[in-house]
């Protein structure tokens, strides 16, 4: 499947803020936040809604709405839950589990220690939350845990996303569909995404 690129001005101009180093912790935690929310809406595009009958103060109509009940959200740990608040402040009503990874610095492959899923998240839309895409080892191996435990519809939400990452979630996970608000050049030989803006969890969580 082909990613989904949000292409805006705005957005260009918010990456740009957290690719800059200089950036502090605040300003980069509340715009990992805003562009989720972003990420969120085009993820919610063609969402399926329900006929309700309100009334507005000038008359009854039958408008639409989402069953909140059916989706869960997913950060993958840390860097995900950097997301989640921009994700929760639109769809309060969204379950959420979490999937605890770490890259291994030699070998870049993910190391899972935390996997904790609401109860009845086979029978949800799961949208998976991590703001970087790199080899993709991390979106692999964490949409497989969801799908071994029953998960049929899966969305992943990246900022930066690498062209490796993108072929690879393509190649082992075709059915899902990537959003993310950028695509970046390359990784570099330790597997940073260039530019990028560096480890996405430390700039979060001011670790470094
Ligand atoms: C980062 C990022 C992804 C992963 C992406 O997490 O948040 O989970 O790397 O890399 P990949 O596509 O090559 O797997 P990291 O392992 O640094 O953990 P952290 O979020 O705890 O900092
Ligand atoms: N994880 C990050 O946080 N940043 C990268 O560039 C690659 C993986």
């Not at 990452?165 to 059915?175: F, M, N, Q, S, T």
Request: proline share 5%; hydrophobic share 40%.
């Amino acid at each position: 499947m082909e990613p989904i690129v949000l292409e805006n001005s705005l957005i260009k101009h918010k990456l740009a803020v957290i690719r800059n180093k200089k950036t502090g912790t605040k300003e980069f935690r509340e715009i990992i936040g805003e562009i989720a929310t972003l990420l969120c809406y085009e993820a919610m595009k063609d969402a399926k809604l329900s006929k309700v009958k309100i009334e507005t103060p000038i008359c009854e109509m039958e408008a639409e709405m989402l069953d909140e009940n059916q989706y869960a959200f997913v950060p993958i740990l840390r860097a995900g839950t950097g997301m989640l608040d921009g994700l929760i402040n639109v769809i309060p009503n969204a379950k959420i589990g979490h999937i605890g990874l770490y890259r291994n610095e030699e070998t870049l492959k993910p190391v899972k220690y935390y996997y904790k899923m609401p109860k009845d998240i086979q029978n949800r839309e799961v949208i998976v939350l991590d703001p970087m895409l790199a080899t993709g080892g991390s979106a692999v191996d964490a949409i497989t845990m969801l799908k071994e435990d029953g998960v049929k519809h899966i969305k992943f939400l990246s900022i930066i996303s690498a062209p490796e990452g993108i072929r690879k979630l393509a190649e082992v996970h075709p059915d899902v569909q990537l959003y993310t608000a950028c695509i970046d050049k390359s990784l570099n030989d330790v597997g940073y995404i260039v530019p990028g803006l560096g480890d996405a969890g430390d700039r979060i969580f001011g670790t470094k």
